[in-house]
């Protein structure tokens, strides 16, 4: 054998140290539970956190505006206009829109 390749092989020889680096080698690479994997779930995690705190904020702004709409009828009658552009018989509604068809506000005017 030549004298690099045993140089090489000198660290394989100790059974024990084989045996562990075979065994970290499994446990990173090939198991159910690697690094690879560990790491995705780590950002899915990371990421489901993220949602998790964007819809407790939205759901506490919906029951902020459900008791506003509850409290006061003058509210309810607002909220009809802006978010669903709602009219009474005797109005047109125009929407003014930007360029990226963002609502940017809404015109009642009544008709006579």
């Known amino acids: ?7 090489l092989l000198s660290p394989f020889k100790n059974k024990y140290l084989t045996v562990t680096l075979l065994l970290a080698v499994w ?15 780590l950002g899915k995690i990371r990421r489901m956190k993220a949602e998790r705190t964007y819809y407790t904020q939205q759901t506490d702004k919906a029951t902020e505006q459900l008791k506003e709409l509850q409290t006061n009828p003058a509210n309810l009658e607002k909220f009809a206009r802006e978010k669903y552009l709602m009219k009474k ?9 930007d360029q990226n068809n963002k609502l940017l506000d809404t015109l009642h005017l009544a008709v006579k």
Do not use: W
Not at 1 to 7: A, D, H, Q
Not at 27 to 41: G, P
């Open 1 to 7: 054998m030549p004298e690099g390749l045993k140089k």
């Open 27 to 41: 446990i990173c690479f090939f198991d159910h539970n690697d690094l690879i994997s560990e790491v995705k779930l």
């Open 89 to 97: 018989d005797n109005e047109d509604v125009y929407v003014i829109v």
